[in-house]
């Protein structure tokens, strides 16, 4: 039982390339998130699922794309990567959205 | 704008003392309040919770108080131990809400 997982654990990219984050799950939870988490600032939500099929924006959804591709998998799109997307990003999943289950992170650098 | 607040970004204390960290909310529709704790290189884990109806929640040497009409919950960790030193996350909800409203985080450093 892996938990939540994220690939790459580090990214390097320059302004204008475009990545994906991917996350998965094995505790058949029906919830999953991403969040960017920045000095200062705490946690801040970028995208949530609610369930298979359904995406819906956070607070800071400027400049990401999401996509639910079943009921584990939650990847994160930065079509155009800017210096201003330089953060640490966790994908967290919940069966029922209180007591979310974190994955180890992100750290994305944007030069 | 912040919805919830952790006002003091660093906190230091003595092995075998009283930790508390302090949080504050604005949103008076919160009912359901989390504290996580993140280790570097890490992502957070859930410590321990609180429902808006109680006012305490105790798990072994972590108590949660919820004061409501302050909107204003904080943790205290007995005895504090070297390994707790990390930084503490404050978070809240409401019902039928999908997502977590997180604080600025707290980091506690134990010294032995």
């Known amino acids: 039982n892996a938990g939540v997982t994220q690939t790459p654990k580090f990214q390097v990219l320059k302004t204008g390339q475009s990545m994906t984050l991917q996350c998965a799950q094995d505790?058949?939870?029906?919830?999953m998130y991403w969040y960017r988490q920045d000095p200062g600032m705490g946690l801040r939500l970028i995208y949530y699922?609610?369930?298979?099929?359904?995406?819906d924006k956070g607070e800071v959804p400027n400049g990401y794309n999401v996509s639910r591709l079943n009921k584990r998998e939650f990847s994160l799109r930065l079509e155009s990567a800017a210096p201003s997307q330089t953060s640490v990003y966790f994908c967290?999943?919940?069966?029922?959205?209180?007591?979310?289950?974190f994955g180890p992170g992100t750290r994305l650098t944007v030069t | 704008d912040q919805q919830v607040k952790q006002n003091s970004p660093s906190l230091s204390v003595q092995e075998g003392r009283i930790s508390i960290l302090n949080c504050d909310y604005t949103n008076s529709m919160f009912d359901y309040f989390l504290w996580y704790k993140k280790y570097p290189a890490e992502g957070p884990t859930f410590l321990i919770s609180?429902?808006?109806?109680?006012d305490k929640n105790e798990d072994g040497r972590f108590t949660v108080f919820l004061n409501k009409s302050a909107k204003h919950l904080s943790l205290h960790i007995v005895p504090s131990q070297p390994g707790d030193s990390a930084v503490y996350f404050c978070a809240a909800t409401l019902s039928g809400a999908n997502n977590l409203f997180f604080g600025t985080g707290t980091r506690l450093t134990v010294i032995p």
């Open positions: 505790m058949n939870h029906n919830s």
């Open positions: 967290a999943s919940s069966p029922r959205g209180r007591g979310q289950y």
């Open positions: 699922s609610a369930s298979e099929g359904t995406t």
């Open positions: 609180i429902s808006s109806i109680k």
